[in-house]
């Protein structure tokens, strides 16, 4: 393909945006999914869409690895699996300790291992959030060497580079309202406890757990021709 010169409005025009979302367990990130924009499809890697259970959103199980391949395979190329306009992966954290275990079985070297394992979840992500939908990564998170909350996976190259690559590095928390009640809020960039960033620029510090709104807000960044 010969090279073009175009414009960023239109290099935004028609693609989507790749969020991570990442917080303590039940604190109600597999809920926020039903707040997606469009057709969803959830990808459930840890068994834990009970939370929305009763309403009915497409969904797929992945067990394996092989099941993860084949799954950005038929988004990629099946006419069948372009129908929605969402696609959110429930979570990343779980699906690298899958790929992790299963390159342990395989590698008589530990190192090789998760160096196996950061390399096929490194390009997954990619291909994923290259693809036309928007892509929601839900993540487990940790408090690093630094003392700072931060996404989760085995090793550390994957929670360092995931800065670089995604559109939107998001957390889910708890923060104390006005009236002293607590609040379930997104953060969307970082501070002093919390890693967090917002690529688009559009995102307050903090937002409502509305992702159709988030999404919304980012998508109307800048002008689209």
Request: charged share 25%.
């Amino acid at each position: 393909m010969a090279l073009a010169i175009t414009t960023t409005s239109k290099l935004c025009f028609n693609r989507g945006t790749s969020i991570v979302l990442s917080g303590p367990p039940k604190i109600g990130k597999s809920w926020s999914l039903r707040t997606l924009p469009g057709r969803v499809l959830i990808v459930d890697v840890e068994d834990g869409q009970l939370v929305n259970q009763g309403v009915d959103i497409p969904a797929v199980q992945i067990k394996t690895w092989d099941d993860a391949k084949e799954l950005l395979e038929k988004l990629q190329n099946d006419p069948e699996w372009h129908q929605f306009d969402c696609i959110a992966v429930d979570s990343i954290s779980e699906l690298a300790e899958m790929r992790l275990a299963s390159a342990l079985k395989n590698a008589g070297d530990k190192r090789a291992a998760y160096g196996q394992m950061a390399d096929d979840i490194t390009q997954w992500l990619k291909d994923m959030a290259r693809l036309p939908q928007h892509i929601v990564f839900l993540c487990k998170y940790q408090r690093n060497k630094m003392g700072v909350w931060t996404p989760l996976f085995p090793g550390s190259q994957l929670e360092q580079n995931l800065f670089f690559w995604m559109d939107e590095i998001l957390v889910m928390r708890m923060v104390e309202g006005q009236d002293g009640a607590p609040v379930r809020l997104i953060q969307c960039q970082s501070c002093d406890e919390h890693q967090a960033g917002d690529r688009s620029g559009t995102l307050d510090f903090f937002e409502t757990p509305d992702l159709t709104n988030i999404i919304t807000k980012i998508m109307s960044g800048g002008i689209q021709q």
